[in-house]
């Protein structure tokens, strides 16, 4: 086997041979101050000749002025260059290491703490049971915290309270092929679960804050007086417990859940004032119509002094059934409560009144129930009173 020659020591010209020397090196101009005798091991290379004979001057001054350096420990020496390194590094963020550590720190503490936050697939579990502990809220929203529990479950479930960012969810929700009243619901049930977390104390921060979807625009269905007058006509016939319900919601405009609330003694038949429990919104009280007031007579009359204004036995199963009977099936989602505030709002001519008797905001009612029905139709609509109702119709010629 062929050894190999050792590599020649490469040298520079000579500038200054006295020591400290400088050398001339194609990087510039290299001041070597190496020597035992004075405790120094320095090679530093300048730019120009004058800075290095400047920097050569200093060491001779130095050495002048204190004498020889006391033996530096390599390992020390390689700390100090380190820490030399670092303070260069941190420089340009104005920052010192002691600040770089008590971040570093900071961030570990807080490491500890997110990582012992639980995730969000156990959280959203909590939330579903503590909402379902409301005995206030309706069937229909129980079910409703259940399904958007599992969403969240989806969407983030292995995910820490913190992780998920407002921007995330925002384009998620925008993303969603649904329209824009969808994307508040969604949005609705997830800000409700990320309110509750910071409730308690897994985040600082609601991250669905400044998220925000304009409704669509929208008037409210809703059926026309024959359709009206020929379904309370049915339910007299073929479920006459439920005309109370019904007639409520199409001459009070009361929502089906809060209909199905209503009892007995909350009117007064004295004042013709109903008291609507709290359910989506406020409790309230309002003044019936006449219409409504000849319906919760004739309803008071033939249902027996034991019976409850409602029964709310197999109550959706008898609605699906009025439905496919007088209806066909082509039910419109809160038609009758729709129906109540537009002509509602065609008799009183009063947006602010309409509301506070619906239990809406105005803007609300100015979206749904803007349109204006004919003085004729709206009397007539007015006038469907029992005994207008059940009145046999004139047959044809």
Known sequence: MKETEPKAKQSYPVIRASFPQIYRTPDGFMVSARQKRWGLNVRKTLGTEKE???YRNEILKSIDSNGAQPAVPKEVKVQADAYAKLVDRLTRFDKTPEDAVDHFLKFLGNEVIRQAKPPIRKLAD???DFKNTDTTLSRKTVIEIRSYARFIQTKWGDSKPDEPKRNEIDVLLRKMNVSNNTRRKYLRYIRMFFSWVKDEHWIDANPTDGIFFKPDDFNGGFYDVPTTKRLLRFVVENEKDLIGYYSLLTFAGLRPSEGARVQWSDYNSKT???Y????????????LEPVMVEWMKWHRENTPQD???????SLQNREKDIREKVLNGDWIQ??????FGTYYKSKIKSIGLVADYMGNSADMVKRHYA???PADECSQFWGLTPAVVMADEPKAA
């Open 272 to 274: 013709s004032e109903l």
């Open 126 to 128: 909590k939330w579903r």
């Open 276 to 287: 609507v429990r709290k359910g989506k919104t406020n409790a309230r009280h309002i003044i």
């Open 371 to 373: 349109r204006t029905i």
């Open 334 to 339: 809160d038609g009758l409560r729709h129906g």
């Open 307 to 313: 019976k409850p204004f409602i029964d709310l036995c």
């Open 52 to 54: 290095a004979l400047d």
